[in-house]
């Protein structure tokens, strides 16, 4: 019982009308010819029976008297039933020879007209209900097939879609549209909800870019503190010390070296926020490209890069001579800036694995440093990276990140046995 009405729930809704309609229409023609054969039965009992007849029997007496007798009859009736008239006379019976015997018959008129008062308003009430009845019927049909219609297939929809479109008014998007019925309406009940998941995560997305906007302004302003201090500090020194001749050429010397760093440093913090703002209006150009040509070419790109840093770079490359679609550009830059984050903290070796699986392309690069801080694993790379021991800012990683992002894929940190390892992935 349950799954047959489970299954008449989930009929579509013009499936469903037209069943609303016709169980309906058949219950409207089973009443009104229910009605129609009630009220002309009882028109047929109100008229006369057009073959019932009056029988009027007059017994005339010797003096002259006259007795009258009627009864009611139907043709075909056994006359020998009738009864007879008894006449009597001072006490004495009359005989039949005595009294002359007459009789007539009247035919009963089966019209209207014939009726008495009550009787015709009878009948022409039950014409009128013979007439009205399939109207009103059909009419009553009506209202029912819509508000029942109305009620199980749309009342509940309509009112989970106007609540929603308030919620998302109000931009609100933590609520859920549940409407389990597989008729239009649900599959609109659906889309609406896939449309909230697509506008809460846009608005998650966007809140999040928002986050890593303030963090990255707020780190500025922090690691900018140390290098002004610094310049401030040598330059409050010199204004001391120039004027008396107490500072030696060796000294004048570190010193100065030390302030190129400290303005080194505050270029490379400056340069990182205008690359975190080109990485938000740059969109992946695809192409059609070898996905074995592309990561050779890469591997040997960065191995140069490797070498030069004296650190060992080992590739692993178990790829399908296939073409995909990609941003060569884009995967390169962000390759870059992971290798290059891994060749400042490896010791001595840096490991790149390639792989190409169920449309997406990724590669893995782990090095055997000292890995990640708790702090970035904690925040699993939806924040921007804190500044490194070796003047390095970190945000190499929220830039990948982004791209990654963009291409359809993203960025995952994590620290292994050996070290840390970063893995990307993008759609192909």
Known sequence: MEALKRKWENLPLRRFFVLTVLFAAGIVVLLSALVIGVCGAFRHWLLPDPNAVYLT??????????????????????????????????????????????????????????????RRLAYEACGVVMFAAPAILAFVAIVFCSMFFYRRKLKKPFELLADATGQIADQNLDFEIVYNCRDEMGDLCRSFENMRLALYENKKAMWNM???????????????????????????????????????PEKLGRIVKNLAVAAKRMEQYTESVRLLNQSEEIQPSRKSISA??????????????????????????????KDILIDSVLFCRVLENIVGNALRYAKSEICLDFSLKNGMLSAVV??????????????????????GEKGHMGIGLSVSR??????????EVSNTSRGACVKIFLSV
Request: aromatic share 4%; glycine share 8%; net charge negative.
């Open 402 to 411: 982004l791209f990654c992002q963009k291409h359809g894929g993203g960025l």
């Open 57 to 118: 029997m007059e017994e005339t007496l010797e003096n002259g008297e006259v007795l009258e007798g009627t009864y009611l009859l139907n043709f075909g009736d056994d006359l020998s039933q009738l009864p007879s008239l008894r006449i009597e006379y001072d006490g004495t019976a009359v005989s039949d020879e005595v009294a002359q015997t007459r009789y007539s018959i009247q035919k009963i008129e089966s019209s209207v007209d014939s009726l008495t008062p009550k």
């Open 366 to 387: 782990t090095d055997d440093g000292d890995g990640f801080s708790p702090e970035i694993l904690n925040k699993k790379g939806e924040s921007l990276p804190v500044s």
């Open 292 to 321: 074995r040509k592309l990561t050779e070419g890469i591997a040997e790109d960065l191995s140069l890069l490797a070498e030069k840093d004296k650190i060992a770079l080992r590739v692993t490359k178990n790829l399908p001579d």
């Open 210 to 248: 928002v986050e890593e906007r303030k963090l990255m302004q707020a780190s500025v302003a922090h690691d900018l503190r140390n290098p002004i201090a610094i310049i401030e500090g040598y330059t409050e020194y010199l204004e001391a010390n120039l004027k008396g001749g107490d500072i030696s």
